[in-house]
């Protein structure tokens, strides 16, 4: 049967819920309107008059003695409210109260029949109903809601409505004398009826923009509002934020990534700052990550071409190319190539100060043959420059697309014979900044809602010479195989940003500045969304796009493509000697990445922390210089080199990301960088879009109404005391607590501190869910994991071990549940210091107060632990080949650890020859070296050590250590000199060095001018040879 052809009971019990009951229900329409009548939808009378169904709803007083009763107006979703996916929607709720009143008459005038025909050019016509009554609804004089007409056939359906309302009415008014005589209700009346009204707003989920991708990045218990026991703060706010985040889960887990059904998507990301050149090197390494061709193509100089002469401004060279057709499988046809691998003419000449579309001509036309695609072969190539053009006039005027068209023809003739396969699909280009976005011809109509957008921060803060361009785009994947016909997928957003921000080693703090600025200044407007929604969806569905503007992070990928121009914190000479040793390349790479401004920024928050980058094995992209003003790795002797060419990444839970590659291309050398690619491969969820519709209004009509609910939620707790035990340094201990709603009410809950300002949890506990939503009759389990990490054993090891603490479990709009917490912290020997340490008067886990060390006159030469480790690696490692150059098994490093505290004899698995045990040995040794609270060679002392030129000098240092340092230092680098000489491997002296300097004197990672690197490495190679 169809939709429209339903019985109104039928109708109105689907929209009802268990609670209520619907007592009579009938048709109607709406009335003819006068002059000051209004439809409740449009400001004139739609063409086709909607269905409405007059529906009394009852709802039983929880005394099971009365009942409270509402007329639902019932109406057809109108066609502008695509995003409810209901066929029906309640567009009025009038509570039968003593103030309420209905009424029938019958019509004045003759009527407009304008119910829909079989025929879609039927005409409306007058006609004369002889049984058609008018309805009268009236909320009453003390309510904003206006009255309403509406117009019924059923007469006898009408009459058993008045009925109804009457017996209702005649409740509620005894119900009222009952509340002025003290028989209060005791619940919110009427509350019931708020979730059916509150349906007309739009579930979070259903909206084309995604919410901004910095917040799957946050936990959600930190954008809460302050609450702490006691002081609920704002229920509302909280069940707003947190019924969102569990729609969002249960649709990611049950709808999202339920089934194994994806679409993927290959990108191709590179970022080239050209320095003002043109390009004259084959580009195909770079754009289609390629080796290098036998013969490169070689593109000649391209003639300077004045921005301020219109005269020399032509149009694009691509413009001239013929069209390529692409054909189907295993049909005959001619193709273009742009570009061939071949040993014939390989110049691409292309002359921008022609006239004429001839310009194109000498590209090279290849025999017949089709291009076959290669699964490896990227879906998209996103491609950023910077520094296009350096010229001075472009700062000021430049309308000429000559660069960009020579940029891109370049890029095209490197894509080689499967050039035929792509076209760009948009561009933006501000002064010196391009993005080009180019896809496989196949996949062009995947893409949509195509928006760009640029933003300047160089001179004056607006010039173009510095500043950002964007694109952002929706990608829809194909239906899966077991779609309905006719359905479409889910889109995905997908935004890239090129930017270039300011240059030299000084200008961290504006670096960082110009990245935030940006981020807000940068937005798409609404010009090509606007002319789509004129043009109507073409779906039907709610992803038509919108009509506001769209900052950068309301996407599902976004993509940073950029010259950030951070630098490397170290000194000059630091970092050409690190590149430049080959037998300690991993080594040095690794510190040089921990002295990169890029990784501080995002150590201390000030600018990407919530971004994700792959960690780096490629030499620094800048900067490099031709013929004698190059070191021997080709880089300007006048600037330090630097990993300038970034490509960073953000995703949602609504997308899958994964990197598969992030290198530089050395063999591109005609500007003062190198070029930088990374791939991605983009998994996209199967959705139907009117799937994902179905299950987000289902959950939604659960939880819609959570504000309004008229009980108290109820839940119950596993246990109200958890007791963790035992609890270690670097050994999680988890407990579960469960929550069950035994209430009628869906239940928000969140855990707030004791107090105003005082954290949720302790230091040493942590929550899996600080927020939650349990339905009625359904039980969550929260994890809790009590966990010491070397910043918090610091602390414990000097204080009380016996750990208690109390969480407050808060539920909105109900009470407050209290969780005692407990456990016993075992002391530990690690990340403590050298001076508590050799003040124990036994092990640290028989220490049983703080105050049982001994007095510092009594205290031991050197740290018990540490030795006993040296005596051993010294007894039983020294034929172990490569010890402390690979990491230990770490269930065998805990086990060292535990005899360490505990004072007991070694006992692990293996025997004590066994090299794996030895590097156990080893790794242990490193760790707790890490872990102390003070270096071995004290801050304060570590620029005098790096300035050290001899042995004699370096030993002149060592007075000025306290005395246990001494020890130490003494004992270690004895042992170190020993295997050092035993090993007979090459370079194995430079790998004892570059694993200890770091540990020994602990690098500033903070600092701005770091102690020389190098100069501490040469300080412990003269104790160690």
Known sequence: M??????????????????????????????????????????????VQRRKIIAVVTHPHPNGLHVQGCVFIITQKPPRMESIPDEYVVEHAYLIVPGFSISMSQPRRSTIDLTPSMSAFSQAKTVHPKSEMTVTISPGEDTPYPSIKLQTNDTQGLRQVLDECKRLKETSAHLSLGAHSG?????????????????????????????????????LYTRLPAASAGISGNDIADIELIREDWMRRRAHDEVLWCSEETAGLKIRIGTFNVNGTLPSQDLSAWVGGQVARPTPTIIPPLKEVSPLNMEEIIRSPLEALPKPVVQEAGADAEVLSLSTPSDTMTFINIDLDAESSETAETLVRTPTKKVPEDPADPDMLVLGFQELDLSTEALLYSTSTAREDAWCTAVFAGLGEKAILYEKLTSRRLVGMLLVVIVKRRLSPNFSDVRTASVGAGIMGIMGNKGAVGARLLFTPYPSATAEPGSESKPVAVTFVNAHLAAFDEMFDKRN????????????????????????????????????????????????????????????????????????????????????????AKRTSKAFDEFDESPISHLPS?????????????????????????????????????????????????????????EFELEVPLVSVPAYESFVQRIWRDVSGIEYAEYRPRIRLSSTNVDFSKIAYKRAVTRTLEVQNVGEVSCIFRFVGQSPNAPACPSWLRVDAMTGLVLPGETVQITLTADVDAALASQLNVGQTRLEDTLVLHTAHGREHFIAISGDYERTCFATSMAWLVRLPGSVRSLASPSDVLPEERSVNAPREIMRLVNWLMSHATETPGLFVSRGNPEVVRQIRESLDTGEEFSVGGTEGDPATARAFADALLQLLDSLTEPVIPASLHA????????????????????????????????????????GAPGYGEQLVAAFAPVLFRDDLTSATPVSVIGGRNFLRYFIG
């Open 944 to 983: 005098r050590c790096a300035q050290m030129a001899g042995r004699d000098e370096a030993f002149e240092v060592l007075d000025q250590l306290p005395m246990v340092n001494v020890n130490v230092w003494i004992s270690l680098t004895a042992f170190l000199h020993f295997i050092g000489q035993q090993d």
């Open 622 to 678: 800048y900067r490099f210089s031709p013929g004698i003003l190059s070191d021997s790795l080709g880089y300007d002797t006048k600037r330090k080199p630097a990993w300038t060419d970034r490509v960073l990444y953000m995703s949602s839970p609504a997308v899958r990301m994964k990197q598969t590659s992030y290198e530089s291309h050395p063999t591109i050398t005609f500007s003062d960088h190198r070029p930088v690619s990374a």
């Open 2 to 47: 169809a939709a429209s052809g339903r019985k109104p009971m039928d109708v109105a019990q689907e929209m009802i819920r268990a609670t209520e009951e619907v007592t009579i229900a009938i048709d109607a329409k709406s009335s003819i309107r006068d002059d000051v009548d209004s439809d409740t939808w449009a400001d004139h009378e739609p063409p």
């Open 513 to 600: 500045a110009d990245f935030h600025d940006l981020s807000r200044r940068l937005y798409f407007d609404s010009a090509t969304a606007a002319a789509t929604m004129d043009e109507g969806p073409a779906t039907g569905s709610w992803y038509t796009p919108e009509p506001g503007p769209l900052t950068i992070f309301e996407t599902d990928a976004l993509f940073w493509l950029v010259n950030l121009n951070y630098r490397l914190n170290l000194p000059d000479a630091d970092v050409r000697s690190l590149l430049a040793d080959e037998q300690l390349r991993d080594e040095n790479m690794s510190m040089l990445r921990r002295f990169d401004q890029l990784a501080l």
């Open 183 to 219: 028989d209060a209700f005791d619940f919110e009346p009427f509350s019931w009826v708020m979730p059916y009204v509150a349906r007309h707003t739009i579930p979070p989920l259903l909206t084309s923009i995604p919410p901004d991708i910095r917040l799957s990045k946050q936990p």
